[in-house]
């Protein structure tokens, strides 16, 4: 022990001496560094005396904080539970939404109220494609074309409205909803833990009974079905796109399983309220009021283009495509053979040449023994 002590203690003083000898070549003993001061998040609550959204991150003047600034404002302001203000703010969207959808009905009232007409011009002229008489299939095309514009219809409003619909509205709104709430969700804000209803009180969690995904996918069947934002996909140009929305439904539910409850109240309330949308247009006083002209009902025996099953329709687009190129080849093909015809040397499709004189031919054995020379 002895011996361990006066180690340390020898320690200790050949450390000090070289402190003491550094002191003395320096003259000063450097100061120490300053300490950083703790770095503490500071959290600010709102009247309620809930965290403010700024504080946790959230909100800003993008889309997305936009979204999360208006839910704020309806949650705190009118003091609403978060399901209730999801909801408000679907009911805003799809308020700002419906002069579009007016459009939409305006322009499927008069295409479906056309359609025999119209379809019966579209089946002439492609028979006359098929049998490769151009002239009719001209004709007919400027007969349909002078036709839609007497009773001003455009087809492709039906496809460039609920387009327009789709990617500058629905398509933006969505995504910054969805971004909006999942960001909500994920923080979280604590008080959407008791701001659901029901069975989904917590909103940052999945439904952990599946229902919520399995209305949002039902919901979206029957808004496609009765075509809600727009005309029913009944034609037979929109037959293919009617069965690939059908699909989607199907193709949506393994990924809404795990998408927080708030995402999902919004996606239902949007397909609620599509579904109340369609049933209120279908009012004739609404009609009406909106210049929506009366749909008729065709029986779909009676059309010239009877409906057809998936299958067959992809058969016969398909047989159609074949004929169409087949037919422009064939017409191709005879165009270079008359090019041909016209600036190459001139086929001989005679067995004489009438330009020239034909020789005697004088009777008798000697002139049979010529014939045959000449032959």
Same mark, same amino acid.
């Given at each position: 022990?002895?011996?361990?002590?006066?180690?340390?203690?020898?320690?200790?003083v050949k450390?000090?001496?070289?402190?003491?000898?550094?002191?003395?070549?320096?003259?000063?003993?450097?100061?120490?560094?300053?300490?950083?001061?703790?770095?503490?998040q500071?959290?600010v609550?709102?009247?309620?005396?809930?965290?403010?959204?700024a504080?946790?991150?959230?909100?800003?003047?993008?889309?997305?904080?936009?979204?999360q600034n208006?839910?704020?404002?309806?949650?705190?302001?009118?003091?609403?539970?978060?399901?209730?203000?999801?909801?408000?703010?679907?009911?805003?969207?799809?308020?700002?939404?419906?002069?579009?959808?007016i459009?939409?009905?305006?322009?499927?009232?008069?295409?479906?109220?056309?359609?025999?007409?119209?379809? $019966?011009?579209?089946?002439?002229?492609?028979?006359?494609?098929?049998?490769?008489?151009?002239?009719?299939?001209?004709?007919?095309?400027?007969?349909?074309?002078l036709f839609?514009?007497?009773?001003?219809?455009?087809?492709?409003?039906?496809v460039?409205?609920?387009?327009?619909?789709?990617?500058?509205?629905? *398509?933006?709104?969505?995504?910054? =909803?969805?971004?909006?709430?999942?960001?909500?969700?994920?923080?979280p804000?604590?008080?959407? %833990?008791?701001?659901?209803? =029901?069975?989904?009180?917590?909103?940052?969690?999945p439904?952990?009974?599946?229902?919520?995904?399995?209305?949002?996918?039902f919901?979206?069947?029957?808004?496609?079905?009765?075509?809600?934002?727009?005309?029913?996909?009944?034609?037979?140009?929109?037959?293919?796109?009617?069965?690939?929305?059908? *699909?989607?439904?199907?193709?949506i539910?393994?990924?809404?399983?795990?998408?927080?409850? *708030?995402?999902?109240?919004?996606?239902?309330?949007?397909?609620?309220?599509?579904?109340?949308?369609?049933? =209120?247009?279908?009012?004739?006083?609404?009609?009406?009021? =909106?210049k929506?002209e009366?749909?008729?009902?065709?029986?779909?025996?009676?059309?010239?283009?009877?409906?057809?099953?998936?299958v067959?329709?992809?058969?016969?687009?398909?047989?159609?495509m074949?004929?169409?190129?087949?037919?422009?080849e064939?017409?191709?093909?005879?165009?270079?053979?008359?090019? %041909?015809?016209g600036?190459?040397?001139?086929?001989?499709?005679?067995?004489?040449?009438?330009t020239?004189?034909?020789? $005697?031919?004088?009777?008798?054995k000697?002139?049979?023994?010529?014939?045959?020379?000449?032959?």
């Amino acid at each position: 022990t002895k011996l361990v002590m006066t180690e340390k203690h020898d320690g200790i003083v050949k450390l000090e001496s070289k402190l003491y000898s550094a002191i003395q070549k320096n003259g000063n003993i450097p100061e120490p560094p300053p300490v950083p001061p703790e770095i503490t998040q500071q959290v600010v609550e709102n009247v309620v005396g809930e965290p403010t959204f700024a504080s946790l991150g959230l909100g800003g003047w993008s889309p997305v904080g936009l979204v999360q600034n208006c839910l704020e404002y309806l949650h705190i302001g009118c003091d609403i539970p978060w399901w209730t203000s999801i909801m408000i703010g679907t009911v805003v969207v799809r308020i700002l939404m419906f002069p579009l959808v007016i459009m939409s009905q305006r322009n499927a009232a008069k295409m479906t109220n056309n359609m025999p007409q119209m379809q $019966t011009l579209q089946l002439k002229m492609t028979e006359a494609r098929q049998t490769g008489n151009q002239l009719e299939a001209a004709r007919y095309g400027q007969e349909l074309v002078l036709f839609m514009r007497e009773k001003q219809l455009n087809p492709l409003k039906n496809v460039l409205v609920p387009l327009a619909q789709v990617v500058y509205l629905q *398509a933006p709104l969505f995504i910054s =909803f969805f971004m909006g709430l999942r960001g909500m969700a994920n923080v979280p804000v604590e008080s959407m %833990r008791t701001g659901g209803l =029901f069975w989904f009180t917590d909103l940052t969690v999945p439904d952990q009974y599946y229902l919520m995904p399995l209305i949002t996918s039902f919901t979206m069947w029957i808004t496609i079905e009765v075509g809600a934002d727009g005309a029913k996909l009944n034609a037979g140009n929109l037959q293919t796109m009617r069965y690939v929305l059908r *699909a989607l439904p199907v193709v949506i539910l393994p990924f809404t399983i795990n998408f927080p409850g *708030a995402i999902l109240v919004y996606w239902v309330s949007t397909n609620f309220i599509s579904l109340l949308q369609v049933g =209120f247009l279908k009012i004739p006083a609404v009609r009406e009021f =909106f210049k929506i002209e009366k749909m008729i009902q065709h029986n779909p025996d009676a059309l010239p283009v009877k409906p057809k099953g998936f299958v067959k329709g992809l058969k016969e687009s398909w047989t159609n495509m074949k004929i169409t190129k087949e037919m422009e080849e064939r017409q191709r093909f005879d165009e270079i053979q008359f090019e %041909r015809a016209g600036k190459g040397p001139v086929q001989k499709t005679y067995k004489y040449d009438p330009t020239q004189p034909r020789k $005697t031919v004088s009777v008798g054995k000697e002139g049979i023994i010529a014939k045959k020379r000449d032959r």
